[in-house]
């Protein structure tokens, strides 16, 4: 089974131009992160996505990010315009996740994509 | 959020065990303890998780406290391919589903 895809891998462009990262998450996953990781941190999430809503995006700086999943499968991230703080890499993830009874979430892994480095000059 | 602590770095030589601590003094009853690890230029990877009893995998596993403040996560022979950096991280569930928040983690390193 094909894991999480990202492209493009690399992206090098000068502050102010637009950028935009794709993701394919697994088959058949509701749930789609894309986080941020600066060099020598953890990942911090931007934006997480239940099947097509943008169910948390309180992380996402809405000025010049922006995000869609159309039809609840793959996503984009985009960028418009880049700074250069925005150097990054830009990590998407995807959960199957399950609700039981009650508030219990019965989903345990977050599969993620090798993530997309991104250079603003 | 919860958070937890991690020393920075540690090492260890190849085909020995690793211990790997990480302190959670403020976890709450529904908070499951995950691990997640992060080779170099890739994403991170699930490693193991547990709630309150220790639990084994085919990775490593994971010895939780009585009181839930500190975990341990046990690799029982490092290989250099367990060089990376292993990730401690508090799992809630907040309005929006469930919620991990990512700590810098501790940088392990593997001598042969």
């Known amino acids: 089974e094909a894991g999480v895809v990202q492209s493009p891998r690399y992206k090098i462009i000068e502050k102010k131009q637009p950028v935009a990262f794709w993701c394919n998450p697994i088959s058949g996953h509701n749930t789609l992160y894309w986080y941020r990781q600066n060099l020598g941190q953890g990942p911090e999430l931007l934006i997480r996505?239940?099947?097509?809503?943008?169910?948390?995006d309180s992380q996402l700086p809405k000025d010049r990010f922006s995000a869609e999943r159309l039809k609840g499968v793959d996503s984009t991230l985009k960028i418009q315009p880049a700074e250069l703080g925005d150097s990054a890499v830009y990590l998407c993830?995807?959960?199957?996740?399950?609700?039981?009874?009650?508030?219990?979430?019965?989903?345990?892994?977050?599969?993620f994509g090798p993530g997309t480095r991104l250079t603003v000059t | 959020d919860a958070k937890t602590t991690q020393p920075n770095s540690m090492e260890s030589n190849e085909e020995e065990p690793v211990h790997l601590p990480c302190n959670h003094s403020t976890i709450s009853g529904t908070d499951y303890i995950h691990w997640y690890r992060q080779l170099p230029s890739q994403g991170p990877e699930y490693v193991i998780h547990g709630l309150t009893s220790n639990v084994n995998n085919r990775m490593a596993s994971l010895a939780i406290a009585e009181d839930r403040k500190s975990s341990t996560l046990i690799l029982h022979r490092a290989t250099l391919r367990d060089a990376a950096v292993y990730y401690c991280?508090?799992?809630?569930?907040?309005?929006?589903?469930?919620?991990?928040?990512f700590g810098p983690g501790t940088r392990l390193s593997v001598l042969p």
């Open positions: 996505y239940e099947n097509e809503e943008a169910v948390d």
């Open positions: 993830a995807s959960s199957l996740d399950r609700w039981s009874s009650g508030r219990d979430l019965t989903s345990y892994e977050q599969y």
């Open positions: 991280i508090l799992r809630d569930i907040n309005n929006y589903g469930q919620n991990f928040v």
